[in-house]
């Protein structure tokens, strides 16, 4: 089992920046690939960055490359999403989720309970 709890989100102005952590419990933590997903109002969760176990591999959505970097600190049980350049329709709630590395929300077995990210026009 592992417990996901995503934090750092907030109100940002377009351009700016956010940095999403999650923190999981649970000793496999290191076992599992990483995802962030978002969903915004009325829309489908979607697939935003994802990790392997080690962290030398990463997968991002077209939307958010370049902008958006996901990283793990296997020591600290956490992974994190820097976002930079923010805009309006990066607007969503914000869930990381612990699988297998893939982009579908199907391969992935825990998710936490997510983070309202707000980008102000």
């Known amino acids: 089992q592992v417990q996901l709890v995503e934090s750092g989100g907030g109100l940002v102005q377009a351009g700016g920046s956010l940095r999403l952590s999650c923190a999981a419990s649970g000793h496999t933590f290191s076992s599992y690939a990483m995802g962030w997903f978002r969903q915004a109002p009325g829309k489908e969760r979607e697939f935003v960055a994802a990790?392997?176990?080690?962290?030398?591999?990463?997968y991002y959505a077209d939307s958010v490359k370049g902008r958006f970097t996901i990283s793990r600190d296997n020591a600290k049980n956490t992974v994190y999403l820097q976002m930079n350049s923010l805009k309006h329709e990066d607007t969503a709630v914000y869930y990381c989720?612990?699988?297998?590395?893939?982009?579908?929300?199907?391969?992935?077995?825990?998710w936490g309970q997510g983070t309202q990210v707000t980008v102000s026009s």
């Open positions: 990790i392997n176990w080690i962290g030398n591999s990463r």
């Open positions: 989720a612990a699988g297998k590395i893939a982009t579908t929300k199907a391969e992935y077995d825990y």
